[in-house]
């Protein structure tokens, strides 16, 4: 899949099949039109494109009204997202910044520069809730008339559903909140999962109860960074990490911000696998790109009164979470995809 910022860029199909959305999570309602669109771009000898946006129009609003409280929780990073649009099968991917030009634009602006100059829409697939242009102003029918007069195709898909239940990224938002894991599954068609870089952290985890506990080094994590400040997720997990070696590893992790030893609210993704392949050694695991499923949570994220009740968390963690894992062993089973490098 190509990816690109903007669409002028002189490698950017100069004709394609498109479809709109922000995709956070891509969840299965995503994956039925995202399927939907590469069939229509197959038929009629086109590559499938999906627009997308970064930040999200509604953080973009928050912000402009200095109310950051109503920007959404974020399901995925750009990174994580980008990754399973290719899963998905998409040809190429654009991104375009939502500011304040872009916010303005009207209706017919959006159509005549965005779609028909700037990507060459020949077929133009939206959700049934679709708007566009400043102030929502646009719509299906005016885009339906405007692809008329303009030689490209519209249509649009109705919600999905999964039990009966809507599939949104509302509800898989909502999920997350509650720690409903096994809802989340369903929503998204797969286990949750954050992917990145292992960085440097404060190495602080080496030394919480490695003496009293015998393990050495402590609770040694691996160091991911969750780029949004407020992740839809927040908590202590059961976790699978795949990326380090033949087969996923089990381990724990904690997803937040870490108000025990940490005040500058920074999101972070910290892992601790339960059993650590010596074939990395000790600094193996920087550097390396690994992706990590979330599979159970085990409690809401809390602050403690000093290092020795944290350690004591910690370990009761380990403990719940590898009875966690042994008792659904069958169920995760210990197989799963390469990680998506960077594509932007």
């Known amino acids: 899949m190509r990816v690109f910022r903007g669409f002028h860029h002189p490698g950017i199909a100069r004709a394609c099949a498109l479809t709109i959305g922000n995709f956070d999570g891509v969840h299965r309602g995503h994956q039925a039109m995202l399927a939907l669109l590469r069939n229509e771009a197959q038929h009629r000898g086109l590559p499938s494109c999906a627009m997308t946006f970064e930040p999200h129009p509604r953080d973009y609003f928050a912000a402009l009204a200095g109310k950051p409280e109503l920007a959404p929780s974020r399901i995925a990073t750009l990174r994580d997202k980008l990754g399973e649009l290719e899963r998905c099968g998409i040809d190429q991917t654009v991104v375009l910044r939502f500011d304040q030009r872009f916010a303005a634009q009207t209706p017919q602006a959006f159509i005549d520069d965005v779609l028909v100059r700037g990507l060459g829409a020949k077929y133009v697939l939206v959700g049934d809730d679709f708007r566009f242009g400043a102030k929502r102003a ?6 339906d008339a405007a692809g008329q007069a303009a030689g490209f195709d519209v249509a649009r898909m109705n919600s999905y559903e999964v039990h009966g239940l809507r599939v949104s990224s509302s509800a898989v938002r909502d999920a997350l909140a509650a720690g409903d894991m ?3 599954a369903t929503l998204l068609g797969r286990p949750y999962s954050m992917s990145g870089h292992v960085v440097h952290g404060k190495k ?3 030394s919480l109860g490695a003496s009293a506990s015998g393990l050495g080094d402590g609770f040694r994590t691996l160091n991911l960074r969750f780029s ?3 992740p839809a997720a927040l908590g202590i997990f059961a976790v699978r990490v795949h990326g380090l070696a033949d087969t996923p590893l089990d381990g724990v992790a904690s997803l937040g911000k870490r108000p025990t030893v ?5 999101v ?4 601790y696998c339960l059993d650590w392949p010596a074939a990395l050694g000790t600094e193996g695991g920087y550097g390396k790109i690994v992706r990590v499923e979330l599979l159970h949570k085990l409690r809401d994220e809390a602050r403690y009164d000093g290092l020795e009740a944290l350690t004591a968390a910690i370990r009761k963690d380990v403990d719940d979470a590898r009875a966690f894992l042994a008792a659904h062993a069958a169920t995760y089973v210990k197989t799963g995809r390469q990680t998506t490098r960077d594509r932007i």
Do not use: T
């Open 268 to 271: 972070l993704l910290e892992v």
């Open 228 to 230: 949004h400040p407020k």
């Open 182 to 184: 096994a809802r989340v």
């Open 204 to 206: 602080l985890g080496r």
């Open 138 to 143: 646009g719509d299906y029918a005016m885009l």
């Open 262 to 266: 940490d005040d500058s609210g920074r």
